[in-house]
């Protein structure tokens, strides 16, 4: 990954580029849920799999 802004070419200065820990947390979190949310539709999916088979 390049600090060059895609539009001018020029070097983008060290604060554009920097992604705030704050900002990362946020998306690590929203991951962390998404990922159980998936996981928890996919084990009752399987549930009613099996439960639904005669």
Known sequence: MTNLD????FALPPER??????RRQRIVTA???AAAAAEAALVGFIIWLVLSTP
């Open 17 to 22: 580029r920097i992604v705030t820990t704050e």
């Open 6 to 9: 895609p539009h001018s070419g």
């Open 31 to 33: 991951v962390v849920i």
